[in-house]
């Protein structure tokens, strides 16, 4: 074929990536939510292995590249892949020639002979960026160092589950300014909600993500005084103290540093009496949540585990176009 360098297959005319909250358009965002949320009460009172009437992915092959741990990731995207009629490859990247030596473009190009679609949850963003740079395929973010908009499509869908739109609502982030933060920073302008961080300073987001998101209009401040923070909340969010990419030799000293920020029954108590609490999980009960608050009325958790399913299968069928 000429023009193309070998392995240039050519790329499906509808085919989009899903590789953060931020460059993807706030409409496709909005239509994404919507379709979850259709797709779940289309299924309502299904067994889980049962399939979607429409079979959107039937014939299609879905990679799903784990080079961290997941329960979650990996169990909601190939369940998801199987209910749309759809297969799934799951890869563990050690496993992989990737782990040993293969590049980054080899791989997407290899992949992209076999599979329709892969989902990627690695370390460093530019792996998950040379993967979409050189695969002909559509190409998921299932997280990086930096981000996690799966997991944030997810809480979008479960909070307005509850309470409506999230427009014009209040979240505050408790703890750590991690990657899961990010996505939400992401989201409050994709969505249009204010976004408090408390946490001690150490553990700040990171100064780039959040003066791109003041430049681009987001209410997003800081607030050291934790109770302060959360008053007038209409969602309260935290996530682990150590994440999968921080050192464990750290873990103490985080501890001792972020423990003014535990969320308890004593904080959310400052919040509005029907706020919500989210938690991406795995969690570390008793350390950033209490047991009280995770297994409380105002505590939507599973919720938000259950809609990894759902809004997954969503942003699927859209990198797709199906
Ligand atoms: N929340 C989340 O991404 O969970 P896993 O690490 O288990 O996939």
Known sequence: MPGRGPGQMEKTKDMKHFLDIHTTPAADLRAIIDQAA???????????????????????????????????????????VRQMGGQTLVLSGKD??????????????????????????????????????????PVINGLTDRSHPCQIMADIQTFEEHRGTISGKKVVWSGDGNNVFNSFLHAAQAFDFELVFTGPAQFDPEDDYMA??????????????????????????????????????SRERRHNILRPYQVNAELMAHAKPDALFMHCLPAHREEEATSEVMDG??????????????????????????
Not at 60 to 77: C, D, G, N, Q, Y
Not at 216 to 241: E, F, K, N, Q, Y
Request: charged fraction near 25%; glycine fraction near 6%; include cysteine.
């Open 38 to 80: 259709a797709m779940k009460a289309a299924r309502q009172g299904r067994p889980r292995g049962a399939p979607d009437d429409d079979a959107p992915l039937a014939g299609h092959m879905v990679a799903l590249i784990f080079e961290k741990p997941s329960t979650r990731t990996r169990v909601s995207f190939d369940v998801g």
């Open 96 to 137: 992989m020639q990737l782990g040993h030596g293969e590049t980054i473009a080899d791989t997407a190009r290899v992949l992209s002979r076999y599979v329709d679609l892969i989902m990627i949850r690695t370390f460093d963003e530019t792996v998950l960026q040379e993967m979409a740079e050189h695969a002909s395929v």
């Open 212 to 249: 791109r998101a003041r430049a681009a209009g987001v209410a997003v401040s800081i607030d050291r005084d934790p109770a302060r923070a959360v008053s007038g909340a209409d969602l309260v969010v935290t996530d682990t103290w150590v994440s999968m990419h921080d050192a464990q030799s």
């Open 297 to 322: 009325p105002s505590s939507v958790i599973f919720d938000e585990t259950e809609n990894r399913l759902h809004a997954q299968k969503a942003i699927m069928r859209y990198c797709l176009g199906r």
